[in-house]
């Protein structure tokens, strides 16, 4: 993966980033430690990546539009500088999956966003618990169609080699 320009970022980023450990930082107003990462995954057999952003000091967020504008603006540095694939999983800490799923898909659906890149979701069940997960890539992507069936496709396989493995056991 390219280093993105941080001094890109935080020309228009509400919170300063910069780079701890290979990770992207920043901290809220209300005193919040945010960690982004990037992780290469060769799932799709092409360049594709795992976001990950984490709540470092583990203290309930407020709803604050700032984190909102600081991560898209990662993201689009990371797709100014890596004409890859994003991977997206919510973390399941707390059982809270769910409420990430949608707050990250309300921060990323908004209208600018659908101009630039294609979303999916798909949630998958794994030992009873919902995962809820997301591919982000570029609509002007060359290969954006073959990508997209690539990942429903695993997805579809997953769950159904989960469904036959729960099956499977039942039966026992």
């Known amino acids: 993966m390219k280093t993105l320009d941080l001094s890109q970022i935080n020309i228009l980023a509400p919170y300063p980033v910069w780079y701890e450990e290979g990770e992207i930082m920043f901290k809220t107003d209300y005193n919040i430690l945010y960690s982004i990462a990037f992780e290469l995954d060769d799932m799709l057999n092409l360049k594709a990546y795992w976001f990950r952003i984490t709540n470092r000091s583990r203290k309930k967020s407020p709803n604050d539009k700032k984190i909102q504008q600081t991560v898209i603006l990662v993201i689009e540095e990371f797709f100014r500088k ?49 995962n809820y997960v997301s591919i982000i890539v570029p609509i002007l992507h060359p290969q954006l169609e073959m990508i997209i069936s690539t990942f429903e496709s695993e997805i579809a396989m997953f769950q159904n080699n989960k469904y036959k493995e729960h099956n499977s056991w039942a039966m026992h």
């Open 82 to 130: 890596n004409p890859d694939i994003l991977l997206y999983i919510c973390d399941t800490a707390n059982e809270q999956q769910a409420q990430r799923d949608r707050l990250f898909l309300r921060w990323f659906n908004g209208y600018e966003q659908k101009k630039k890149y294609a979303i999916r979701t798909a949630t998958v069940i794994d030992e009873g618990c919902p």
